[in-house]
């Protein structure tokens, strides 16, 4: 059985960083395109980032270019993302999901299992 579980949330200033982890269990982690989504209230859930099996290519949001890198340590089963200069808008509920092919993807319905997600609060 699969389990992702996020880690690493909470409250932080706008301009500040929090550094994301997902820890993965249950299949072997380097086959499978990881990513990072997000949901605001009232809002639906987005796509942040992803990153392919091999850790080698990754793919960002607009909103998250420049700024947030998503990185994964295969040895270690755990899949990071490193927010910095944070604003306001980025609060929201972070959830990693993998998805059971190797390749990136960018929509929710692409991802097969979900964590339970962290919440991060950027205060101004």
């Known amino acids: 059985q699969v389990q992702l579980v996020e880690s690493g949330g909470g409250l932080v200033q706008a301009g500040g960083s929090l550094r994301l982890s997902c820890a993965a269990s249950?299949?072997?982690?380097?086959?499978?395109?990881m990513g990072w989504f997000r949901q605001a209230p009232g809002k639906e859930r987005e796509f942040v980032a992803a990153?392919?099996?091999?850790?080698?290519?990754?793919y960002y949001a607009d909103s998250a270019k420049g700024r947030f890198t998503i990185s994964r340590d295969n040895l270690r089963n755990t899949l990071y993302l490193q927010m910095n200069s944070l604003k306001r808008e980025d609060t929201a509920v972070y959830y990693c999901?993998?998805?059971?092919?190797?390749?990136?993807?960018?929509?929710?319905?692409?991802?097969?299992?979900w964590g339970q997600g962290t919440q991060v609060t950027v205060s101004s």
């Open positions: 999901a993998s998805r059971s092919i190797a390749g990136m993807a960018v929509r929710v319905r692409d991802y097969a299992y």
């Open positions: 990153i392919t099996g091999s850790g080698n290519s990754a």
């Open positions: 249950g299949r072997t982690f380097s086959s499978y395109a």
